[in-house]
């Protein structure tokens, strides 16, 4: 199979820079020390952990470990998001490393429940993998008991892949989905969740970060709100991991579900499934199998479940991405989440200050940077096109991808800002909006 150029000129960078024989005029800004250091983790640590959002010289390095190619300024990470180097061949390497004795490697997966487990403070035993949110959506809608008539709480600005596992419960079961529309602010959407609950609501679901507006909803609070009144608190946080520091236990909600192939920039077909301790008599696997028991003995037909969240994880495993997500876990454990949220944080900020600068934009995402992280999502107030038309025109004259919004009849333009991006290109695309309205 042919590479791509890019791809291989990286491959040649990394194999020099890692090496120890890279020139220093290629990274100038580079310490003695950081030269020939091995791995990525080790010329990121040069840094001491505090990383200026705005050094344009560290953020370049680490736009280099993408293999996007240099033309594409890619904006929509919040759809698939690109994978570093440090995945892709890790991935390929246990591929080959397994096929070529034709084994799984299981044994290695217990290794990336620890790291999974330490970057976002939860056991080993709260924590499994799946192949992304939605599925983990759908193992925990079914997991909870609920009855005919019990009530779920839900936004009106839920992605699909977050709401279709609940309507279905409703459809089989009977339950009764109840909607809210967000509000903005921090004390305004806890008030629209506390007015919205009576005694038949069981379930609270919402987006961490909805998909649509970006917003930040304050998930530690409302977790605390529900607790109170007994209600189960599932997040999905499809659009959060990878993008801010994210703590298991000092949100204290009950069940979480996220993608690792979104802003972690994993492997495709993975995701990460958290289920509070607590709530393990509560919910129950729907799916089981090898790997599920705690005690199997097929003559006496006795079965004893995992008291762990890996329940889950039954049968053949693809191991390589599994440890593709612990590679991914590691990249950004090496930069820092705080660090990667402030950059993010840098971009957003830069780019909304430009937006509201332009007739016939409207800004639909918080310019407070509490109540948001690194999505940026706009109208065109502009009848002579829809949104669609726009984001094909700035595709197709600038190549910048960016994700329409038909969601809740939004009809936006969404801008994810991650890692590789860069302050010139929010100019870019400052430029191209510009211009498709003008």
């Known amino acids: 199979m042919k590479m791509s150029s890019s791809y291989n000129n990286r491959r040649s960078f990394l194999k020099k820079l890692f090496g120890g024989i890279i020139a220093t005029a290629t990274l100038p800004w580079l310490t003695s020390e950081a030269k020939g250091s091995g791995s990525f983790s080790a010329v990121v640590n040069q840094y001491k952990g505090s990383i200026d959002a705005h050094d344009e010289k560290f953020w370049h390095f680490v736009k280099q470990q993408f293999p996007l190619e240099e033309n594409l300024i890619y904006m929509n990470n919040g759809g698939l998001g690109p994978s570093p180097y440090q995945v892709i061949e890790t991935i390929n390497a246990q591929m080959l490393k397994w096929e070529s ?8 997966v217990e290794s990336v429940h620890e790291k999974a487990a330490k970057f976002f403070n939860c056991g080993t035993d709260e924590i499994a993998f799946t192949r992304n949110a939605t ?3 759908n193992i925990i809608a079914r997991g909870i008991s609920l009855n005919r008539g019990d009530e779920v709480l839900m936004t009106t600005h839920e992605h699909p892949g977050g709401a279709i ?4 419960v409703q459809k089989d079961k009977g339950i009764r989905i109840k909607l809210f529309e967000p509000g903005i602010t921090k004390e305004e959407n806890l008030k629209i969740i506390e007015s919205n609950i009576t005694s038949k609501t069981k379930v609270l679901m919402i987006s961490h970060i909805p998909c649509t507006t970006g917003l930040i909803f304050p998930v530690k609070e409302i977790a605390q709100l529900c607790h109170q009144q007994g209600i189960y608190v599932v997040l999905d946080g499809a659009q959060v991991l990878g993008m801010i520091p994210v703590d298991f236990r000092d949100l204290g909600c009950d ?15 993975t995701g990460i499934l958290y289920i509070r301790r607590e709530m393990v008599d509560v919910w129950q696997p729907t799916h089981v199998g090898a790997y599920s028991n705690k005690v199997y003995i097929l003559e006496e ?3 004893e479940y995992l008291k762990q969240v890996k329940i889950v994880e039954y049968a053949t495993r693809n191991t390589p991405i599994i440890m593709g997500i612990g590679a991914s876990l590691d990249f950004f454990a090496a930069i820092g989440m705080g660090n990667v949220a402030a950059r993010g944080r ?3 900020k830069y780019f909304k200050e430009k937006l509201v600068s332009i007739d016939k934009i409207k800004l639909l995402t918080p310019m407070d940077p509490q109540l948001s992280g690194s999505i940026v999502t706009f109208k065109i107030m502009d009848d002579r ?6 984001i094909s025109q700035i595709k197709k004259q600038y190549n910048i991808r960016l994700r329409p919004i038909g969601e809740h009849g939004l009809n936006a333009i969404r801008t994810s800002l991650h890692i590789y991006n860069t302050f010139d290109q929010v100019d ?7 211009n498709v309205t003008a």
């Open 255 to 269: 069940f979480y579900t996220s993608s690792g192939h979104k802003w972690l920039c994993g492997p495709k077909g």
């Open 165 to 168: 596992p609940w309507l279905a």
């Open 101 to 108: 004795i034709s084994e799984t490697g299981h044994s290695l």
């Open 301 to 303: 037909l006795k079965l």
């Open 346 to 348: 840098a971009l957003a």
């Open 428 to 434: 870019r695309l400052v430029e191209a909006v510009k």
């Open 135 to 137: 599925e983990g959506m």
């Open 385 to 390: 096109k829809s949104y669609t038309d726009y």
